[in-house]
């Protein structure tokens, strides 16, 4: 037990053979119990596994038949912990890039009581710019950017980070199966929690890579799909959250700022276009557009500003 609670460690992992067993073997003794989702790996993954689990009893090895991404292996493991009623579940990946020494600042606030959820951030540290290879650093900034606005936690950041804690409240009332089941689930996450009022922290985690883990994350070909997610994730949340749960009039200033501002860029460019090839533009078309693009830029700050100061308390 970590401080009388019981933790259990949800270890998702896809052929990593080469990996897993380090990531077992250097398990703080407090740990109580270690699930291991294997996702339908094509490698020695299980083996090793099923040969670590003789040696310590905390292993449990769980199985998929059909890969189901890493989200899917995630909520396995979740529903997991909260079956066996666990105080806390930790998210460690089987590639061995989660540092145990950070457990303890990861299980720190979610144990003593001041959050639900808590997470590593690796942008934290100076040295993250030179650690983290240079396309997955912008990536995962510009995808935090986006998840501040979708999540209404607007003081995470790195919300690409899968080394997590999570309390058991929290693990009872989020509906896994619905989770999303590939890598935009910490930003599906996050919009749940967020939705049912849960309190989240960043906790500064040191990054580690060459290792021997192999990524099979494209950020170029990540971040257009997973934009997408955050943009539907937004507007679910801003449905749940502001109009169904309770109601609170920045959902106006959003719908008004998503309307105008686009409205006044797509008149600019209209304009712009016209006045370069076919000839003048009248001085109150062009102001008309300016109006339209500040109105809308003004919403937009004003619905962020309320969104900000109704979930200030949630961290």
Known sequence: ?????????????????????????TMP????????????SQDSTCKVVDALAKADSRVELIRHEVNQGVGGAIAT???????????????????GQMH?????????????GEVDYSK????????????????????????SLLTKIASGYW??????????????????????????????????????????????????IKPVYGIGEKSGIKPL????????????????????KYIIRD????????????????????SGGYLFLYRIFLGSVEATSALFSVFLVIMGLQFLLFAMWFDMEANKDLK
């Open 247 to 266: 109601f609170h009039p920045l959902v106006f200033f959003y719908a008004l700022g998503l309307f105008l501002f686009p409205l006044g860029m797509l």
């Open 100 to 112: 145990p020494e950070d457990l303890p600042s990861i299980l720190d606030p979610v144990v003593a």
């Open 221 to 240: 070909r990540m971040i257009p799909r997973l934009s997408l997610l955050i943009t539907k994730l937004f507007f679910f949340r801003l449905l749940q």
């Open 155 to 204: 003081h995470v950041a790195d919300s690409q980070s899968g080394y997590t804690a999570i309390n058991l409240k929290a693990l009872e009332t989020i509906h896994w199966d619905e989770m999303y089941k590939t890598y935009g689930q910490p930003n599906d996450l996050l919009v749940r929690l967020n939705v049912y009022g849960f309190r989240v922290r960043d906790v500064p």
């Open 77 to 95: 493991g979740y529903k997991y912990a909260r079956d066996n009623k666990y105080s806390v579940a930790v998210v460690m990946a089987g590639d």
């Open 120 to 143: 590593g951030n690796r942008l934290f540290s100076g040295d993250a710019w030179e650690m983290i290879p240079r396309v997955r650093y912008l990536g995962n900034s510009m995808l």
């Open 29 to 40: 003794g407090f740990v109580d119990g270690i699930v291991v989702i294997d996702d339908k």
């Open 1 to 25: 037990m970590y401080k009388d609670a019981r933790v259990c460690v949800v270890v998702p992992c896809y052929n990593e053979e080469t990996q897993i067993a380090k990531v077992i073997e």
